[in-house]
């Protein structure tokens, strides 16, 4: 960058490759927190990882578990890439009410990015505690679902291909599972569940390194092969 602000080559701002949009949605902050309760970012349109959730650590090349929880603006189409990203305009559908994260982000210079990415994240609670009965649904299912629970049970081991706390782990996805059903059936939109509750148990359980196998009308656990 240039005493001018005018990149070499011709570059200037933001160019429009769509590298940062297709590496995932941003990582929300309090100051996004009024886009959010406005409408102008649906909360369909986010997902919850919660603490003690195995995230990729990308120095280290290893998972590695959250120490608090971030709310994210989700993926679409399977892959990581901001559900708000038009690829064929090269563009930010919601442009003119982008998250902090994306306003911050210049990829030529990481360093305003670097400020604000660990510094005070939106969370659930800053969203959901005043709605009537949700809160506390929320807190229940984090009680009972909680990824270091989880983590202790598998880490008791297996002996003769099953885990000692196959038990309890199941226990724990069937939870999980059926209280996304209950939500549905109440009249829930199924695309909040992965902001209100995070991700299914059964779909983030191989970060533990099992497999969720039916056996006839049972599920068991193995360890991935």
Sequence with gaps: MTATGIEPHGQTGCRRCGTCCEKGGPSLHLADKP??????IPARCLFTLRKGER??????????????????????????????????????GI?????????????????????????DRLTREDLLAEVPGLWELVQDHERRCAYDRLSALVARGNADGRYREETAILEILRFDAHLRQ????????????????????????????????????????LPDE
Aim: glycine content about 10%.
């Design 95 to 119: 442009y003119a009410s982008r998250p902090l994260e994306c306003r911050v982000l210049d990829c030529r210079d990481t360093r305003g990015i670097e400020a604000v990415y660990a510094v």
């Design 35 to 40: 886009l959010v309760v406005d409408g102008q």
């Design 182 to 221: 209950l939500m549905v059936e109440k009249g829930t939109d199924a695309e909040m569940l992965d902001f209100i509750f995070g991700r299914p148990l059964a779909a983030t359980i191989g970060q533990f390194g099992i497999r969720l196998v039916k056996a006839g009308s049972e599920y068991q656990l």
């Design 55 to 92: 995230v990729r650590d990308n120095v280290a090349g290893t998972l590695v578990p959250l120490e608090r929880e971030i709310v994210k603006i989700r993926g679409r189409d399977g892959r990581w890439t901001c559900c708000f990203y038009d690829r064929d305009q090269r563009g930010c």
